[in-house]
């Protein structure tokens, strides 16, 4: 026996931890073609990276020189396993592992630690709550391509939670970002604030290949408003749009800026896919559409809390792995439905997929034929 | 007092009824720039829709030679206020009203018919269970600009039923025709089915104003199929783009072709946002990519049923209108939030509306200023 009997992989894209790290971040973000396809990406990747490397060091800079999301991914990591050790006892002890994208700690980090912590029940958990083959299926295919370059394809029985968007937990600790964005108004204002839903945005050619991401999106923008149960208007928008394609619309920039030219005056802003505070949040929500907002006349302009280390999303996060080692499943009902559209031969697949039966009497120890560690 | 104490408009689109309406159907149909704006749509709007006629024509010959949602939406009518005489007392008599949009019976029939019938209190009622400017919008834009031009301005107190997207009657009657359509499988092979859920699309600079269309309609997919509780796979794609415009995607017919393309043998197609049967379920769904299926190799392509003259469903129209009269209120919260990039002064506007307090004791018959009929 290993040290941990279940590691979980919380999969995300990641963020420049300081100023040194940003041009190789855009570099393997702007190379990946499973989050962005470009023509000539080869060259178009690169020269975008490259050129929009000192701005996005500016953007860094002002939000104390790096992002915060591996600190928040940790907290989150750690509250996640010490609630899961209590819930779940069959399944403990429990340890997690961050793996992200396009940055260090990297899904080998991932890997070689859970190894070397004995695990061999891992869980691939996306940190998305809606599902994106730019996102959680570009972290996936990454995983198991790790797993053949650091020679762990065999060390590990894997299961895959590769969505969450109506969640129970999570879009109770959503409602409670949004009251709590909600208290940053006056008392009497309160119900006139528009409350502006933001995703980022995805390309057109993404959406036309058949992604789930917009309709899991509006599934949870209309679970978390008949949760919260207020009065408010709401509108769903896309941010964090780049390079010369066509993406997924309403544009978060220009909502805003209708919204205060025809005389809004009070908007609150939710992030609704992403789950800790990076650039997206601090610098593009915050102080570029804040400064946007002011400028065209938006006198109130608020956003919610990102869920960060809020003690109801470690409870949700606990509750989803719960749910899931419970349920016995390797995936998502959804999961191995590739998109309509889809030519990539990597996407939807399980390396060394937990078997349903065994997974659900996965609180019995079994012997293995492969001893890890 | 007259014969009827509410009155209920039932919008839709509607159809030509017979192959001479096509032409007259098309005209209005592309000449309207809320659901569609063209470049030079004085002139490209008529140009599109005379070329369309004897192709749009030829489509309707194959299914009965007309359109058969006037026969569905009395039979709809019907159902729905002899439910409510019984459900709503206090608000009967009820009638119901048809409002097409581009034929016969329009907005004036509805309303001189409802003046005829010494009504006051009025409801104009969506038959697009999710909101879309280019449908909803238009039709109540168009049913206000009718009472203008028929002098009818002040003969009614109106509320608006705007949406309904996750209304639980709604659902429920969805997911009953979703395990009905499922039924058309063999046993062994029924939830190999994938489910592609299939709506109207939409132009993309309608979604880029801020259309509430595609979250609305992610929230009744991922609802349905949350109800149904099935293991199947899902799909949401959209259907029916014209003109020269790029329209939301992924497009069904594209979706159905790379499904057969990868060897999918099963697809249960869902309409998801058109109540009643039209051309774009009996031609397009059924005929035209039933053909398109059975080329590319899916030898079990199905539809499940519309909704149509289903008890449960008349039971969720009635069942929205009581919920609609017992709230007392004028129209949803979320009507009067125009689209960020909305140009149009017409839009979100409710004509004479009732007052709240008195919609809700809407109940007691109360002395009126102005007496109709």
Not at 5 to 15: E, R
Not at 38 to 53: D, E, K, N, V
Not at 111 to 122: E, K, S
Not at 252 to 262: A, F, H, K, M, N
Request: aromatic share 8%; with cysteine.
């Amino acid at each position: 026996m290993g040290t941990y009997k279940t590691g979980i992989v919380m999969m995300n894209l990641g963020g420049p931890a300081n100023l040194d790290e940003v041009e190789p971040f855009l570099l393997e973000l702007f190379a990946d073609r499973e989050i962005i396809q470009l023509p000539f990406q080869r060259w178009l990747g690169p020269f975008i990276a490259r050129r929009r490397t000192p701005k996005v060091q500016g953007l860094y800079s002002k939000i104390g020189g790096g992002s915060p999301i591996l600190r928040y991914t940790e907290a989150q990591g750690r509250g996640m396993v010490e609630r899961l050790d209590r819930l779940s006892p069959e399944t403990a002890p429990h340890q997690f592992y961050v793996a992200f994208r396009y940055i260090q700690p990297k899904s080998e980090d991932a890997l070689r630690a859970m190894h070397a912590d004995g695990v061999r029940r891992a869980i691939a958990f996306t940190q998305y709550p809606q599902f994106s083959c730019s996102t959680t299926g570009s972290s996936l295919n990454e995983l198991w391509r790790a797993a053949a370059r650091t020679g762990l394809h065999d060390a590990f029985e894997w299961s895959v939670i590769d969505r969450w968007p109506v969640h129970d937990g999570f879009i109770d600790a959503m409602t409670e970002t949004v009251r709590e964005g909600l208290l940053q108004f006056e008392p009497a204002d309160r119900d006139k604030a528009v409350l502006l839903f933001s995703a980022h945005s995805l390309p057109l050619d993404v959406i036309d290949r058949g992604d789930a991401y917009p309709q899991e999106i509006g599934a949870s923008v209309h679970r978390v408003v008949e949760r919260l149960g207020v009065s408010n208007p709401y509108l769903l928008a896309y941010q964090s749009e780049v390079g010369p394609v066509r993406w997924q619309g309403p544009s978060t920039e220009r909502v805003i800026r209708r919204l205060g030219t025809r005389g809004e005056k009070r908007v609150l802003v939710v992030p609704i896919a992403f789950t800790s505070d990076h650039i997206e949040t601090l610098s593009e929500l915050d102080r570029e559409y804040g400064e946007l907002a002011h400028r065209v006349g938006i006198t109130h302009y608020k956003r919610s809390p990102a869920l960060n280390e809020r003690p109801r999303f470690l409870d949700a996060l606990a509750d989803i792995v719960r749910e899931h080692l419970a349920s016995g499943r390797a995936c998502s009902t959804q999961y191995p439905m590739r998109c309509a559209g889809c030519t990539n031969p990597q996407c939807r697949n399980i390396l060394n997929p937990v078997k349903p039966a065994e997974a659900a009497r996965s609180v019995e120890p079994r012997p293995r034929v492969r001893v890890a560690g």
